[in-house]
Every structure is written in structure tokens, then in C-alpha cells.
């Protein structure tokens, strides 16, 4: 069998992506009041990011206003919002791409200013219209930020809810994939973690107790998201903090999740608190997704992969089923498709067929 290419087809359940590159979800802070995507900016930006693209993931969107982790972010909790999403579907499956959505629950890293503006990425207090965050524990994710309010069995219940819910509205809204935010130190992976789970009731304690939320989410998630569409779940496959959640903990929870209804993980890493020492380098989160994927789930790698050859590498080693490519597709939109002109919209082709840019972003003095 020849070896997995960039431009071989993946099919997840009844969808199957035109090749094996993805964006991934890429919160762009620039929703309207009511947390919905505009069509001056959200339009725009996901069609220009579809060209080429197997799959383009739309931002972490919130599945209720207290799991928001800016008041800019997106979110999915009603009628109005689906239908301004259904917009985003539209653009980006238009392009060839399948429209993916990002769910999420910020937990403890709720109420923040975005990262840019007057004060990036700072807590915000009650009279900047912040609001109380929740989490496992009353331990906050760093120094200045609240205290999480821990969640009783009717939040917990609730949460689950919330993003059942969210998932019928973006089914609704005709997004054909769909991933569950369990990285990054949000509400998922807060409780994964010991290091910010200090339960003493079943949502705590050991590995079972730390994965029933995410589990349960999951679960709850299929009742509500169509059966032949797939589900993704992001994983911060580990912590970088001694005590926390471990390389070890990812490879046999990821078995769990795929008998829950999951399809793919999306391996990404770190972000459960503040200071964190976290490595970085090419493709450096590569080898989390190549050990969660020898226990036999797909999985998705991410993270300073900022080439096409690096990413036909990481297939062609069995590495990952699927790459993801975030700031080099933000700052070169058209990368997928001057590396494969046919993929290039037809308005676009002759452009290609005529013109080539040279690496330094100038075109060649003869033009
Ligand atoms: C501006 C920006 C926004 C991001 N937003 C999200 C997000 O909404 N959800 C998420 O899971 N990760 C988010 N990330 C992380 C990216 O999805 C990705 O994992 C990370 O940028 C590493 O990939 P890259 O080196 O290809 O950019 C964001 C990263 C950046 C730089």
C-alpha cells in the first residue's frame, strides 16, 4: 500500500476530506455582542482560509454564556446563532472543505479580556463585565485570576447539557465536523487534570473519576450530533507541570473516548496553569499525536508545522492521519493550493498558472 500523502482522502464515518490538511480551530476575537460571526470579518476569513483545505475547524465557539472565555468570542447556545453559522458552513463547504466547529467550555479560564487591545489577555473584573468562572476546585489558573466556583452535580449536569445542545444547533447549522475543546486548561481538561481536580466525589480523584465529565460529554454529544458525521475531541495530551496529567493517561484514555463515539484526537498539549514550562520546536507536538495513535484512534497533529514537506512527512511516517496548520495558514492563505494549483478556486487558476511568488512574498522582477 502506498504510503499516506497529503493528498490522500480521509474518510471519518460518512465524510471524507479531499486531503489531510486541516486548520485548526483559531479563536479570532471578533464576534458581535450577541456571539455571532460577522460578514465583515468571520465571511471573509474563513472563506479566504477554506481554499485548498481538506477541513477548516472555526474557532472555539462557547456552548453557553458563562463557558464564553472573552465576551468576543463566538457561541452556540440559541436559534440566532446557528443561523449566523450556517453562513460560515456555507463559505467554507463552498471552497471544498469540510466545515468543522470547535465546542468549548472555558471552565476556569472564563472571563478574560482578549489578547490584544488595552490589556490583552487579563482577568476581567465585575465592572469590566466579567463573570464567575467554574471548575473542579476553588483553584484559580493563575495569580490574579478568580477562583473557580467548584461545580456541583447540577452544574456538572448542566455543562453536559450545554454542549448536547450545542452540538444539535451546529448539526443544524451544517457543520459536518465536529470537536469537543478538552485542551488548554478549559472546563474538559481542568477536570482531566489533577493538578486543578481536587474532587473528592465521582468527577475527581482517580483516572475514572477525572475522565467521566469528558467521558459523559461525549456520550451526551452523540444523542444530539448525527451519527454518519464525525466527532473530534481535543486533547492537551499532556501537562507540563510535575503531578499533572501525563503522555500515559492520553494513550489509554483515547480508547475510552472512541468506544464513546469519538473519531479522532486532536493532540495538542499543555495550558492547565500559569507559569508552565512548555518545549517547543518543528512539528514538537508531533510525537504526542504518534503514541495516542498506536492505541489504534486516529489522531490529528499540530503545533509549528509550517510546512507542506514537513506535513507530507508526518503522514508518510504514520505519525498522524490528519495535520493541522495554524499561523502559517493565518499569515499564507494560499499555501494548500500553490502547492496543488487544481485545488485553486477556477477564478483563481490562470493566476497560478502565470505567476510565481518568490519565497521572500515578491514577485519576480519580469512581472
Ligand atoms: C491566535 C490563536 C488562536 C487560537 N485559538 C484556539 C482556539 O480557539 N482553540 C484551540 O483549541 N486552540 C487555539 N489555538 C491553538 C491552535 O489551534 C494551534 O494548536 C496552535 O497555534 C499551534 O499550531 P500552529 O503552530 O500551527 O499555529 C490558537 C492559537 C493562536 C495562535
Known amino acids: 500500500m502506498n504510503p499516506t500523502s497529503l493528498n490522500t482522502p480521509l474518510r471519518l464515518r460518512e465524510v471524507e476530506l479531499r486531503n489531510r490538511l486541516g486548520l485548526p480551530a483559531m479563536s479570532t476575537y471578533q464576534a458581535d455582542p450577541e456571539h455571532r460571526p460577522t460578514a465583515g470579518w468571520h465571511l471573509p476569513h474563513?472563506?479566504?482560509?477554506?481554499?485548498?483545505m481538506g477541513l477548516v475547524i472555526v474557532e472555539a465557539t462557547a456552548v453557553a454564556a458563562e463557558a464564553l472565555a472573552t465576551p468576543h468570542d463566538l457561541g452556540l447556545w440559541n436559534a440566532r446563532q446557528a443561523r449566523a453559522l450556517a453562513t460560515v458552513a456555507e463559505v467554507i463547504s463552498a471552497q471544498g472543505a469540510v466545515?468543522?466547529?470547535?465546542?468549548?467550555?472555558?471552565?476556569r479560564k472564563a472571563s478574560r479580556s482578549r489578547p490584544f487591545g488595552r490589556t490583552p489577555d487579563a482577568p476581567l473584573t465585575e465592572t469590566e463585565g466579567g463573570w464567575q468562572p467554574l471548575g473542579p476546585s476553588a483553584l484559580p489558573f493563575a495569580d490574579g485570576y478568580r477562583p473557580p466556583q467548584p461545580m456541583s452535580p447540577g452544574q456538572i449536569d448542566r455543562a453536559v447539557g450545554q454542549f448536547?445542545?450545542?452540538?444539535?444547533?451546529?448539526?443544524a447549522a451544517g457543520f459536518r465536523f465536529l470537536e469537543l475543546h478538552a485542551g488548554h486548561g478549559r472546563l474538559l481538561h481542568s477536570f482531566l487534570s489533577p493538578l486543578s481536580n481536587q474532587r473528592t466525589d465521582g468527577y475527581g480523584g482517580d483516572f475514572t473519576g477525572r475522565t467521566r465529565l469528558l467521558r459523559e460529554t461525549v456520550r451526551a454529544v452523540r444523542t444530539t450530533w448525527p451519527r454518519e458525521l464525525p466527532l473530534a475531541v481535543r486533547l492537551s495530551a499532556r501537562d507540563f507541570i510535575p503531578g499533572g496529567w501525563s503522555l500515559e493517561d492520553s494513550v489509554r484514555l483515547a480508547p475510552l473516548?472512541?468506544?464513546?463515539g469519538a473519531d479522532l484526537i486532536d493532540c495538542t498539549s499543555g495550558g492547565i496553569a500559569r507559569p508552565e514550562p512548555r518545549p517547543t520546536g518543528p512539528a514538537w507536538q508531533a510525537p504526542f499525536a504518534r503514541a495516542i495513535r498506536q492505541s489504534g484512534v486516529p489522531t490529528a497533529a499540530v503545533g509549528k508545522i509550517t510546512n507542506l514537506s514537513e506535513a507530507g512527512r508526518l503522514l508518510s511516517c504514520g505519525d498522524c492521519d490528519l495535520v493541522l496548520m495554524g499561523r502559517a495558514l493565518l499569515v499564507d492563505p494560499m499555501l494548500p493550493a500553490r502547492h496543488t494549483p487544481d485545488l485553486a478556486p477556477p477564478s483563481y487558476q490562470r493566476a497560478l498558472a502565470t505567476t510565481t511568488v518568490l519565497a521572500d512574498g515578491h514577485l519576480p522582477p519580469e512581472l
Open 257 to 260: 473516548l472512541a468506544a464513546d
Open 46 to 52: 474563513y472563506l479566504t482560509r477554506s481554499i485548498g
Open 164 to 171: 448536547a445542545g450545542a452540538a444539535g444547533h451546529a448539526a
Open 99 to 107: 466545515a468543522g466547529l470547535q465546542l468549548s467550555h472555558a471552565g
